[in-house]
């Protein structure tokens, strides 16, 4: 299976956030979208919009933790990685895609195509579509 057969389930809607916005705002976002992680977009003159990391309610968490109250007013930019965005493609396996997980510690990857982001997997998606997967074996291999 790969990362495109998990997105074709999913809203085509990707919850970003900007590099300069505050965790607050961050943690609103993710709170009224029901979500727990956001895709860091910049806006660079020479590339257009572009993908630069991940804002997960561990950064929000971290950002509270380390800086008290005030933590909630920093920029998004000061929580995240931007040395090197984590991501993959809609050809890439589920297997790769997880081992990649699995390797950085994180557990939302960006899915760029074309150099245009075109979604987010989760471990959460992953694990489904291997529970998806396994179910008609368990069914024939007990009726």
Same mark, same amino acid.
């Given at each position: 299976?790969?990362?495109? &057969? *998990?997105?074709?389930?999913?809203?085509?809607?990707?919850?970003?956030?900007?590099?300069?916005?505050?965790?607050?705002?961050?943690?609103?976002?993710?709170? @009224?979208?029901? /979500? @727990?992680?956001?895709?860091?977009? &910049?806006?660079?003159?020479? =590339?257009?919009?572009?993908?630069?990391?991940?804002?997960?309610?561990?950064? $929000? $968490?971290?950002?509270?933790? =380390?800086?008290?109250?005030?933590? /909630?007013?920093?920029?998004?930019?000061?929580? *995240? @990685?931007?040395?090197?965005?984590?991501?993959?493609?809609?050809? &890439?396996?589920?297997? !790769?895609?997880? !081992?990649?997980?699995?390797?950085?510690? *994180?557990? !939302? $990857?960006?899915? /760029?195509?074309?150099?245009?982001?075109?979604?987010?997997? @989760? *471990?959460?998606? /992953?694990?489904?579509?291997? &529970?998806?997967?396994?179910?008609?074996?368990?069914?024939?291999?007990?009726?």
């Amino acid at each position: 299976m790969q990362v495109g &057969d *998990i997105l074709r389930k999913k809203t085509a809607r990707v919850a970003t956030v900007r590099m300069n916005e505050t965790v607050a705002i961050a943690a609103q976002l993710m709170r @009224s979208s029901n /979500i @727990s992680a956001l895709v860091v977009k &910049d806006v660079v003159r020479t =590339e257009g919009n572009t993908a630069v990391g991940m804002f997960t309610e561990r950064d $929000v $968490v971290r950002a509270v933790a =380390e800086h008290g109250a005030a933590g /909630i007013n920093m920029r998004v930019s000061q929580f *995240i @990685s931007v040395q090197q965005l984590v991501c993959c493609t809609p050809t &890439d396996t589920l297997e !790769h895609v997880r !081992h990649l997980m699995s390797k950085h510690h *994180i557990r !939302h $990857v960006p899915v /760029i195509d074309n150099y245009s982001l075109i979604g987010v997997v @989760s *471990i959460r998606d /992953i694990s489904t579509a291997f &529970d998806d997967e396994a179910t008609p074996f368990q069914l024939a291999a007990t009726g």
